[in-house]
């Protein structure tokens, strides 16, 4: 499975594993992605953030390889300047969003499509979110956002109403979506199947991938089926239990201290070997 370095793809999660406390790369992160494309890898990032929201991060690092991103729903070339791959949500989407804010009132929130980010409710927790993405959204009514071609809805709110919304989901059982808890306080819809695991699958098939090795890492809920889906899913030390469970390697340094660069010295070396 390691036998040639120039067929390994590695793909890490930003928020919690490549980014540090401060939403830094750190140096040993850095130094490590580079010895490692040097040597004829291909690294590149599976993200809940949009195109738009990312930029920043992609000229950072100088990646050459497509990017899964909005946790799954779409596939974005910036070398090319091509979205390869997109899900939306089904229609009903608007009437779930606005089902949601009837009965969640203190819930912030924004649309996002490939064409930039829609914020329909700016509470202090999406503008925490909105600092956090680097961008200037669009502020709309929900009526007013275009229907058609949304990637995924962000639901921003305390961390004990992130928990009352996932109960009150799943008690209104809206058909076509599913919902995923991104961080302590972010509450996303996607649509139903759609991850960053499902999305994985599909990167197997883009030309030049077919045969590729595909090794994953990422710290939180939304990251575990990418982590399945890989040959091989690790996590940094800092990973939620329910993604220790699940990984193949459970890295022993924290996305402070330099997980990825942990995980791509334990890839080289299998690869000499």
């Keep these: 499975?390691?036998?040639?370095?120039?067929?390994?793809?590695?793909?890490?999660?930003?928020?919690?594993?490549?980014?540090?406390?401060?939403?830094?790369?750190?140096?040993?992160?850095?130094?490590?992605?580079?010895?490692?494309?040097?040597?004829?890898?291909?690294?590149?990032?599976?993200?809940?953030?949009?195109?738009?929201?990312?930029?920043?991060?992609?000229?950072i690092l100088e990646l050459k390889y497509p990017i899964i991103m909005y946790n799954g729903a779409a596939i974005h070339d910036y070398v090319r300047g091509e979205t390869l791959y997109t899900h939306p949500?089904?229609?009903?989407?608007?009437?779930?969003?606005?089902?949601?804010?009837?009965?969640?009132?203190?819930?912030?929130?924004?649309?996002?499509?490939?064409?930039?980010?829609?914020?329909?409710?700016?509470?202090?927790?999406?503008?925490?979110?909105?600092?956090l993405c680097g961008i200037v959204p669009d502020y709309?009514?929900?009526?007013?956002?275009?229907?058609?071609?949304?990637?995924?809805?962000?639901f921003s709110m305390a961390p004990e109403d992130v928990d009352h919304m996932q109960i009150l989901v799943n008690k209104l059982g809206h058909s076509g979506v599913d919902y995923v808890k991104s961080s302590d306080i972010f509450l996303e819809m996607l649509p139903v199947g759609v991850s960053k695991g499902s999305a994985l699958a599909q990167y197997r098939k883009?030309?030049?991938?077919?045969?590729?090795?595909?090794?994953?890492?990422?710290?939180?809920?939304?990251?575990?089926?990418?982590?399945?889906?890989?040959?091989?899913?690790?996590?940094?030390?800092?990973?939620e239990d329910s993604v220790k469970e699940k990984a193949d390697i459970v890295l022993t340094r924290t996305n402070d201290e330099g997980a990825v660069a942990e995980l791509v010295e334990q890839i080289i070396e299998r690869c000499k070997k």
């Excluded at 606005?98 to 009132?105: D, T």
């Excluded at 982590?227 to 800092?238: F, H, L, M, Q």
Aim: with cysteine; net charge negative.
């Design 140 to 154: 709309k009514e929900l009526g007013d956002i275009e229907e058609g071609g949304w990637l995924k809805v962000l």
């Design 206 to 239: 883009l030309p030049g991938m077919e045969d590729c090795t595909f090794v994953s890492v990422g710290d939180f809920d939304n990251d575990i089926e990418m982590i399945v889906e890989a040959d091989a899913g690790a996590c940094p030390a800092n990973a």
């Design 89 to 131: 949500l089904p229609p009903e989407a608007k009437a779930y969003t606005a089902e949601l804010l009837e009965l969640m009132p203190g819930a912030g929130g924004e649309v996002l499509r490939t064409d930039g980010t829609y914020v329909f409710r700016n509470t202090d927790y999406q503008q925490l979110h909105t600092k």
């Design 1 to 59: 499975m390691f036998e040639d370095i120039s067929k390994v793809v590695l793909l890490s999660d930003m928020d919690g594993t490549l980014l540090n406390s401060r939403k830094e790369i750190t140096d040993a992160d850095r130094t490590a992605i580079e010895r490692f494309t040097a040597l004829g890898g291909r690294f590149t990032v599976a993200t809940g953030r949009t195109i738009q929201s990312f930029d920043q991060f992609r000229k």
